[in-house]
């Protein structure tokens, strides 16, 4: 067997939980359930149909919401879509004049390319800087809607630095002031409670792929005493209560909904574990002085460490880590010679954003990878940061 680099890249992808996986071949093989859920006269689809709302009861259970307030989708970028798209082109939105839309610099870019869309179709948009830790509080939101506010988009949790917002108290502003509220949830759904129908959270974008279920899925939550009625992004047969058409892929919804079950029984678990992981990661890397460690330490996800370093070669670093599989920002921008898009809002130089790492683990990782992805970056890092002093290429 070849010699595999130690995976470190979980928010970029997970590997599958064998749950999840069991009851997706299950599904799929022959003797399976492999009806159309859609189909009305006869027991195959009767049975898929049975599968495709078992697994919305199970994701909503963990999420906190009515199950009907779930739209299934391909992934958290359509989720994205569909509720920032959807909502712009709803009547509601379009009989009502307003076009504000607020979000902020290091959302993902499913948010920022349809904001951007929007913008050439006439609306406003204004994107909040972050904080130097990568942070959107409720009082930059609040400051930023003006009567001609509709919708406000922020993230849960970011995808490269891993500070996690407080997405209650924004929804809280929104909700006083009679803005909607989206927040992408697809780095920390399952591993924090949510509660969705009692919060004042309007729109919520969810997937599996990074909780160790399948690509190719996603749900948006729509809170139901809103009315809300979203323009879809694609017509079809009246799937999804005529919210998004196109069959509804049995083995990857039931999927979604094991993912989520199985988070809900596991994460706590991972949590501390993976914390202390993170823990000993940032502990060993802070000896060293070129080291600056991003985003907020006292409100992040478990499952990421962003990491910069000063004076040393940024074409080297990759490179030289090759034991390590992990990347430099997310694997949205990761051309590596750009630098991450996150990393400059929150202040970084172009130079400390490409000698970036990130840094994330999840339910496989051990403490021996752990251990040995330590002492690899450290006596790396050292090597590249005395070379770039000797070539006195420093800043
Ligand atoms: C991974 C990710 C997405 C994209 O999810 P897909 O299911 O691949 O579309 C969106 N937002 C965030 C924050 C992510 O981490």
Known sequence: MSHLPIYL???AATPIDEAVLELMLKILRQDGLFGNPSAKDHIYGWQAAEVVEEAREKIAKVVGCSPLALTYTSGASESNNLAILGLARSKNIIN????????SQIEHK????????????????????????????????AEAIDDQTFLVSICHANSVVGTVNDIFAIADVC?????????????SAGWFDLNLDKSNISLASLTPEKIYGPKGVGALYIKK????????????????????GGTVATHQVAAMGEAFYQMEQKASADKERLYNYRKQIIQALSELDFVKINGKQDSCLPTIVSVSFKDIDPLMLLPSL??????T????????????????AIGLSDKEARASIRISIGRFTTQEQITK??????STVIKLHQACDMWQVKE
């Open 9 to 11: 890249d979980y928010a």
């Open 96 to 103: 009502s004049n307003k076009r504000h839309i607020i979000s």
């Open 110 to 141: 499913s948010v920022l390319s349809a904001l951007e869309y929007l913008q050439e179709q006439g609306f406003k948009v204004t994107l909040l800087k972050p904080t130097s830790q990568g942070e959107i509080t409720a009082q930059m939101v």
């Open 175 to 187: 909700r006083a002031n009679d803005v909607y509220f989206h927040t992408d949830c697809a780095q």
């Open 225 to 244: 005493e809103l009315n809300l009625a979203l323009t879809p992004l694609i017509f079809g047969g009246g799937q999804e209560r005529n919210l998004r």
């Open 322 to 327: 090759h034991e390590l599989a992990l990347s």
């Open 329 to 344: 920002g997310s694997a949205c921008s990761s051309s590596n010679l750009q630098p991450s898009y996150v990393l400059k």
């Open 373 to 378: 992805a330590i002492e690899h970056i450290k």
